[in-house]
């Protein structure tokens, strides 16, 4: 268990630069914005945090067995639906950020939708690294698990410095924007680095799990994208913000299972299975 305190160490110096950089270059404001933005993403993210230890638990029996191909299965079948579960919800509020920052936060947090839109996609790899990471746990492989997880915190503390910083010390003075884009982009990094590593223990493809990743997002990110304009076409006379967001909701989940019942390889199930759950049901 030692690679968890360096790895522990670590993060919370990165965390507490993090926020102390933003706060001298950006004030509380900026702050409050980033606060927010996370609080809403952990939205997310609670639907799938319930399964980690569940699949940890099967991984941790397959592997005691050394029965790499039904780690490889369980891998193969909770993992890629779990991640577009969680990219479901964070496509759409990434594309209605504007509205659900005015329910959450208020008018005096309007300037934050934008935030909130990248910060969005911070649980989606966020969901993948936490089950990813439950076959380094299982297959005791904290060392690799840890040292994957302290580079790439290394490497965004210049990234953080670049983007947060004021233009007058060489930095581009992004904000609380320019921290949600490098926590976001160093997440998808490091998951990914993470990802590379199982497919090597578990013999699986992993440019097949990488591009089931960008496919789902893409996919429902125009979906979201459509259901918002046609619910801003048809409500001509806008009756609130809530019933609007609610009504996008309602639109967007329903397109997504028309599309998902059609393709169901975008939340990494196929067809046949796809049918036989539905005659369970």
């Known amino acids: 268990s030692h690679p968890f305190f360096l790895y ?4 919370m110096i990165v965390g507490i630069f993090d926020i102390w950089l933003l706060q001298i270059s950006s004030g509380s404001v900026e702050q409050g914005y ?12 609670m639907f799938t945090s319930a399964m980690t230890p569940l699949i940890m638990r ?11 191909k039904s780690m490889a299965y369980l891998f193969r079948k909770h993992i890629p639906l779990l991640y577009a579960i969680t990219a479901v919800l964070a496509c759409f509020i ?19 939708f934008l935030v909130v839109a990248i910060m969005a996609f911070y649980p989606v790899h966020q969901t993948y690294g936490q089950l990813s990471g439950s076959v380094f746990y299982a297959c005791d492989r904290t060392k690799i698990y840890c040292n994957i997880g302290i580079l790439s915190m290394l490497i965004s503390l210049p990234i953080t410095y670049f983007l947060v910083a004021p233009n007058k010390f060489f930095g581009f003075n992004a904000g609380s924007v320019g921290l949600a884009a490098k926590v976001v982009l160093i997440q ?6 993470q990802l590379f590593f199982n497919s ?3 013999g699986f493809s992993f440019w097949k ?16 994208i459509f259901s918002r304009i046609i619910i801003d076409h048809i409500l001509i006379i806008h009756p609130g913000v809530v019933i609007t967001f609610l009504f996008c909701g309602v639109l967007y989940l329903a397109m ?12 990494g199930v196929k067809r046949s299975e796809l049918m036989i759950k539905l005659r369970m049901r």
């Open 8 to 11: 522990s160490l670590m993060g």
């Open 34 to 45: 980033f606060g927010l933005s996370y609080q809403i993403g952990a939205i997310c993210f």
């Open 58 to 68: 099967e991984f941790s029996i397959a592997y005691s067995k050394k029965d790499l």
């Open 94 to 112: 990434s594309v209605n950020a504007d509205r659900l920052t005015l329910i959450m936060g208020g008018g005096k947090f309007s300037d934050a």
């Open 188 to 193: 998808f990094v490091t998951v990914n680095v």
């Open 200 to 202: 090597k223990l578990l």
């Open 209 to 224: 799990y990488l591009g089931h990743q960008f496919f789902s997002v893409a996919v429902f990110l125009i979906i979201a």
């Open 256 to 267: 997504i299972s028309i599309f998902i019942y059609f393709v169901p390889l975008a939340i």
